[in-house]
């Protein structure tokens, strides 16, 4: 794995919550299924928008996928999220600009806490794995 694909899912550990800016309950409140970007290069005298991401949501307001895109139009980062009846994510997938993955993240809880994620690489080999330990206060 490359420098570039090491900062994309550390940036990635991040973006479902910077997504959540809207809030998943103003979103599913408001039935959006979607949200795009439009970026306009105004100093460049582009005077047309060009998509810089779509997200797409679940019913409950999550996000499900995130397309970013460079200004010719291509995709330049495409990640997926699963999660399970609780709302909390279960699988993130990278993929590439034909949709492929090319790394697989799964998450597993123990109430309402992650104590395990297991990353894959393309060829859906684990390659990693993180345990989580919680301390807890006094009472």
Same mark, same amino acid.
């Given at each position: &794995?490359n420098?570039?694909?090491?900062?994309?899912?550390l940036?990635?550990?991040?973006v479902?919550?910077l997504? &959540?800016?809207?809030g998943?309950k103003t979103?599913k409140?408001?039935n959006? $299924?979607s949200q795009?970007?439009l970026?306009y290069f105004l100093?460049e005298?582009?005077?047309?928008?060009v998509? #810089?991401?779509?997200?797409t949501?679940?019913e409950?307001?999550?996000?499900? @996928?995130?397309?970013?895109?460079?200004?010719?139009?291509?995709?330049?980062?495409w990640e997926?999220?699963?999660?399970? @009846?609780?709302g909390?994510m279960?699988?993130?997938q990278s993929?590439? @600009?034909?949709?492929? $993955?090319?790394e697989r993240i #799964?998450y597993t809880?123990?109430?309402?806490?992650?104590?395990?994620?297991?990353y894959f690489d393309?060829?859906d080999?684990?390659v990693k794995?993180?345990t989580?330990?919680?301390?807890?206060?006094? #009472?």
């Amino acid at each position: &794995m490359n420098l570039s694909y090491r900062y994309i899912g550390l940036v990635l550990l991040f973006v479902p919550a910077l997504c &959540m800016a809207q809030g998943s309950k103003t979103l599913k409140k408001n039935n959006v $299924i979607s949200q795009t970007t439009l970026e306009y290069f105004l100093a460049e005298g582009q005077k047309d928008p060009v998509v #810089e991401k779509v997200e797409t949501y679940d019913e409950e307001g999550n996000v499900t @996928e995130i397309k970013v895109f460079n200004r010719s139009g291509e995709v330049k980062q495409w990640e997926k999220f699963s999660y399970d @009846e609780d709302g909390e994510m279960t699988e993130e997938q990278s993929l590439d @600009e034909k949709g492929r $993955i090319t790394e697989r993240i #799964e998450y597993t809880y123990e109430n309402k806490l992650v104590q395990e994620k297991r990353y894959f690489d393309q060829k859906d080999r684990l390659v990693k794995k993180k345990t989580y330990g919680y301390r807890y206060r006094e #009472e």
